[in-house]
């Protein structure tokens, strides 16, 4: 079975997942955006034998975290869509405006696209191109437990900025119905800031797309 546990990274209290295979222990980390410390101390609680590094997409508090990780335990980095090369490319100032640690520049050992799969240990996750919040955002989504990371796309309450470079508010909005909502009203969502819900509530409450 997969599990996961979340943990509030960065001053932006981004929700990082770690997500594991219960039957091999073998974990990736989604968005290890900094506080590289907390994170590898619990999956030295749990157990876990950390393997890859997962990413949604390249904002600094979701990416900043990552280069580091990669470099520290030999891990390789998978995603986010290429469309997010030039956030990766620009993570140097991303961190001096947003007042972060300086940022350990990276490449991807693996771009994502839309339909491709991700794998730790036995489990097997779907990943979905959803733009708009930045060009190359992806989530991931486990139908085997209704989850979905979906990193900042979708909040509880509320939806991704588009005002960044490479925003497109429509993009978004597609992205949230044509490949969010198909994956089920009870499917519960990580968001990369806040609490979890579901797309069948937000679907009716969400001021920006309910009613879609
Ligand atoms: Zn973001
Ligand atoms: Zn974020």
Redesign the pocket.
Known sequence: MLRYATIPVTA?A?NCSLVWCDATLEAAVI?P?GDLDAVLSQVERLGLALRQIWLT?A?I??AGGAGELAKRLNLPIVGPHRGDQFWIDGLPQQSRLFGFPPAQPFMPTRWLEDGDEVAVGQERLHVRHCPGHTPGHVVFHAPQIRRAFV??VLFAGSI?RTDFPGGNHQQLIDSITQRLWPMGDDTVFIP??GPESTFGEERRHNPFVGGT
């Open positions: 932006f981004q968005d955006g997409h904002h508090d979701h990193g900042d991704g990369g800031h």
